[in-house]
């Protein structure tokens, strides 16, 4: 099945696919749009060029698993998209995919007179790390301790509304 793998954040969209063989491969990632609408546009363009028949959302929860205002706005972004191009969405727990994909990306490199990287460099190394992200947040996708449903989804975003 392919799967498009999608780490949400507020300045860009990292996003990985994996192909009928389950292949994980990186995609370009995204700057985000001025509006969903935006960036469901851009989306509805890979999902088709892509061919994908599920989305996998990365949901940002805090470390010890209550959902944070970022989990709560990605819920409603993916929600929106899953709508806007017919395809089911799940969402994969990203703790700590960051760090991850940090260790795998390795750091910035240094600026051409050995100072710090310029924002050239910064921006690129932004984008492999979101890159790397979503590739993670694809492989955890074949764990089912990680997925958590849609309906599941609104039901831990329920429980934490009765713990306020």
């Known amino acids: 099945m392919r799967v498009l793998a999608i780490d ?3 300045r860009r969209i990292g996003l990985a696919v994996s192909d009928e063989h389950g292949r994980v491969h990186g995609l370009s990632t995204l700057g985000r749009s ?6 469901i546009q851009r989306l509805k363009v890979i999902c088709t ?9 990365g ?3 805090h470390s010890d698993g209550r959902w944070s205002e970022q989990a709560e ?5 993916a929600v929106a998209l899953a709508h806007a191009v017919s395809l089911p969405v799940c969402f994969v727990d990203e703790r700590y995919s960051t760090e991850r994909a940090a260790q ?3 750091r910035a490199s240094r600026g051409s007179g050995g100072g710090p990287p310029g924002p050239v460099r910064r921006e690129a190394h932004r984008a492999a790390l979101d890159q790397a992200a979503a590739r993670l947040i ?12 849609v309906a599941s989804a609104k039901v831990l975003a329920g ?3 009765d713990r306020k």
């Open 104 to 106: 795998l990306v390795g």
């Open 138 to 149: 694809l492989e955890d996708y074949a764990d089912p301790a990680l997925v958590i449903s």
């Open 73 to 77: 706005a990605t819920h409603a972004w």
């Open 49 to 57: 060029e892509t061919r994908v028949e599920q989305l996998a959302v």
């Open 8 to 10: 949400l954040g507020d």
């Open 34 to 39: 001025a509006s969903i609408d935006g960036d």
């Open 59 to 61: 949901l940002p929860l």
């Open 159 to 161: 429980k934490q509304d």
